[in-house]
């Protein structure tokens, strides 16, 4: 068995790195087997990880402070099983395991031939269609405000579904961090608010919730602005782990946008990097199997 873990971190390019069945630290500190970026946003210094045929035990060191996010949950330590993702902050850790080679079966040692006869046909109609080399137009993800409206008339019941509001959408940005599509929610959330702190005669509070809205669109539409500019960067440049990271960052950010092109485009595109990767590791796996054999 091979494991390995997959960090992603705003702003950097994605890395994944191999795990030997033990123990290790991932953090900034100095000490660490695997170093995170300096400036990312990680809530804790460093973490232990045990790695076992199971999962990976992942744990706050004893006396150390701070926690991560498993399944929308604050946690110091667990097992997390191969497929599962832990969140330090704005940082995700991924746990993956390649189980190795599979055996061919005898049938299909005899189809070989044909199949690899078919294979180079749909290679060469692939290469004339790559889907990375697309052109297509990404819908705007958040335009202008439309006029908003408080479904409460009374300022009393207005007021406190504008605080309500408030706080929901303070909530749904910080989550924001761990699901992009959130932060579309409290844009929303900011806006129904403003209308009815407006109802209920607070113009302070209306002006500073649209105005919560407002810096939080723009900085939504620059991150949005930014993944793009990073994908057609990583796949110009054939990076595809990295190049799959941002097309599964742009999916969250537009997941609560109506499927369109764009949105086909990505699924296409995640689909043809998945398999390149998985391509590319068993190449390499094969790779070193016929070296440590030679």
């Known amino acids: 068995m091979k494991a390995y873990i997959e960090i992603h971190a705003p702003g950097y390019p994605a890395a994944r790195h191999p795990l030997e069945v033990g123990r290790l630290t991932i953090g900034k500190g100095i000490g660490s087997s695997i170093q995170l970026p300096e400036s990312a946003g990680c809530v804790v210094e460093q973490l232990e990880l045990a790695v076992s045929e199971a999962g990976v ?6 006396g150390a402070s701070g926690t991560f996010i498993f399944e929308g949950a604050e946690q110091r330590q667990l097992l997390a099983p191969f497929g599962s993702e832990v969140f330090l902050g704005n940082i995700r850790l991924g746990f993956r395991k390649d189980s190795g080679p599979r055996k061919a079966s005898p049938v299909l040692l005899l189809l070989a031939p044909a199949v690899m006869i078919f294979a180079g046909l749909g290679a060469y109609n692939a290469s004339e269609a790559d889907v990375s080399k697309a052109e297509v137009e990404a819908p705007v993800l958040v335009g202008s405000a439309p006029q908003t409206s408080c479904p409460e008339q009374d300022p009393v019941a207005a007021e406190r579904r504008a605080r309500d509001g408030d706080r929901a959408a303070a909530a749904k940005q910080q989550r924001s961090a761990f699901e992009l599509a959130d932060g579309i929610d409290a844009i929303t959330l900011w806006q129904k608010a403003g209308a009815c702190f407006t109802t209920a005669g607070k113009p302070e509070q209306a002006a500073r919730t ?6 939080w669109t723009a900085r939504l539409n620059t991150q949005y602005a930014t993944l793009r500019m990073q994908l057609r960067a990583a796949l110009d440049s054939r990076r595809d782990i990295e ?4 097309v599964r960052n742009l999916q969250s950010l537009l997941a609560r946008h109506e499927p369109g092109p764009y949105q086909r485009w990505l699924a296409q595109l995640r689909e043809s990097l998945e398999r390149k990767i998985a391509k590319a590791e068993a190449e390499a796996e094969a790779e070193a199997e016929a070296e440590a054999e030679a």
Do not use: F, H, I, M
Not at 57 to 62: C, H
Not at 210 to 215: N, P, S, T
């Open 210 to 215: 649209e105005q919560q809205a407002a810096d």
């Open 57 to 62: 035990r992942v744990q706050v060191p004893s």
């Open 243 to 246: 190049a799959l990271s941002t």
